[in-house]
């Protein structure tokens, strides 16, 4: 299984700010993958971290309010932007397994926008 | 559309109770992987299991048991002889093979174990 750091564990921040959330992997993966966790609800996929080009969003999501970068196959942030206090959820970084099959996750980012 | 649904919101059992998780999936895919994922408190997705479509096989590990049938689109999770440290909640998932490897998540089930 891939070990996954994310950074920071917590945050409470200012409407209107931006928070930039790091996710390392311990091995190169594929497929790197962010979701949102919005209070007492299930996840749902932002978007696809793609390797060397632009990330891949889900309907709902747009590259100005959640850049993201992965400059290698370890490494990529999400950036949330321009802060409101809707985007307080906890922030996932998931990777695909070597064999292609599970999905492992990092221990997400608790985000609180006041 | 894939879709996940697990119609148990929340759950209480006694210490030592058997309790069974529900999860109902749709796809009209053949080929696909459903999962099992706890998250306790502090906020950690879990891995517990994965299946494929093409296994439905039951699986037991421990006290943790899943039950997958094709025919009724379900893969039930049964936690047997309940412990205080089960109360999480659990997700149920699904990954349809030629849409990428993103997950489906049903919308969880809230399990709360007391002494």
């Known amino acids: 299984s891939a070990v996954i750091s994310q950074k920071p564990s917590r945050d409470i921040c200012q409407r209107g700010t931006s928070l930039t959330i790091q996710c390392q992997v311990d091995?190169?993966?594929?497929?790197m993958f962010w979701y949102r966790q919005q209070p007492g609800q299930s996840l749902t996929l932002i978007a696809t971290a793609n390797q060397g080009s632009e990330a891949t969003y889900e309907s709902g999501f747009v590259i100005d309010k959640f850049p993201i970068s992965r400059p290698n196959l370890t490494f990529s942030t999400l950036t949330v932007s321009n802060m409101s206090p809707e985007d307080s959820s906890i922030y996932l970084c998931?990777?695909?397994?070597?064999?292609?099959?599970?999905?492992?996750f990092g221990q997400g980012t608790r985000l609180t926008v006041v | 559309a894939q879709k996940v649904t697990q119609a148990q919101t929340e759950i209480s059992v006694v210490e030592k109770e058997d309790v069974t998780l529900d999860c109902v999936y749709e796809?009209?895919?053949?080929?696909?992987?459903l999962f099992w994922y706890k998250q306790p408190p502090s906020g950690e997705l879990v891995f517990l299991i994965r299946?494929?479509?093409?296994?439905?096989q039951n699986e037991i590990s421990g006290r943790y048991s899943w039950n997958f049938q094709k025919s009724t689109s379900s893969f039930n999770f049964t936690i047997t002889a309940s412990q205080v440290v089960d109360s999480a909640v659990y997700f149920c998932?699904?990954?349809?093979?030629?849409?990428?490897?993103?997950?489906?998540f049903g919308k969880g089930t809230s399990l709360l174990v007391t002494p």
């Open positions: 299946r494929n479509s093409f296994d439905e």
């Open positions: 998932a699904l990954r349809v093979w030629n849409s990428g490897y993103a997950l489906n």
């Open positions: 998931s990777v695909v397994g070597a064999e292609n099959t599970e999905a492992f």
């Open positions: 091995s190169q993966v594929t497929m």
């Open positions: 796809t009209r895919d053949t080929t696909y992987y």
